[in-house]
């Protein structure tokens, strides 16, 4: 596997912000209106970098471009329910996969990294790969920082608990300790709190 060539992951890097910068999806954060996936994507490899110092270059990778164009698949393109919306997430991680594979040839990566890319995307060995459960981690917190505050008044509070429950089932103890340290508001601390039994 072809790895460490420092120029080469800097322009895949900023391929991928390339890819990622007309998104119509906003969000607030801080008080500032920023691009949704373009913001999520720094924040995810900021803390891959933070759980694990070892990263891999395709760990990276896959944070950056975990939900690259993810505004041309929207949730509304498929229709209700719950074995639908776990396809829709299957059919995602594909299609970030796909996308982030073209992205990585143009920036001339071996074929076994890009396998690998596409792997940590589509979390395959969740629970038994420590990479894919540095990515895991990593969206848990991203989820928690900048979306959980929004999310929470547009569903019932039985349904962001049981969210929430089973985010921390998913994430690390260093995450989960990571997410405790946040200044949440106070109605998200309390729902987080009766998730982890607290």
């Given amino acids: 596997m072809q790895v460490n060539d420092g120029d080469r992951f800097h322009r895949a890097i900023a391929a991928i912000d390339a890819a990622n910068a007309d998104d ?5 954060l801080k008080g500032e209106v920023v691009p949704k996936e373009q913001t999520h994507a720094e924040m995810a490899l900021r803390w891959v970098e933070r759980l694990r110092p ?10 950056r471009a975990h939900h690259v164009r993810r505004w041309e698949r929207p949730r509304a393109d498929y229709p209700a329910g719950r074995q639908v919306y776990l396809r829709w997430r299957r059919d995602l991680q594909v ?12 920036c001339d990566y071996d074929e076994e990294t890009i396998a690998r890319v596409g792997m940590i995307i589509r979390k395959q060995g969740l629970g038994r790969d420590p990479e894919v459960q540095a990515l895991e981690d990593a969206l848990s917190l991203v989820f928690m920082e900048t ?16 969210i929430l429950r089973k985010t921390w089932r998913k994430m690390s103890p260093a995450a989960r300790e990571a997410a405790l340290s946040f ?8 729902l987080i709190e009766a998730a982890i039994g607290s």
């Fill in 24 to 28: 119509p999806e906003t969000l607030s």
């Fill in 54 to 63: 070892d990263a891999s270059e395709a760990l990276k990778l896959a944070s």
């Fill in 95 to 106: 299609f970030h996969a796909e996308t982030a594979a073209a992205i990585l040839r143009t």
């Fill in 147 to 162: 979306q959980l505050h929004a999310f929470r008044p547009t569903q019932e509070e039985d349904t962001v608990i049981g």
């Fill in 183 to 190: 200044d949440f508001d106070p109605e998200d601390r309390r």
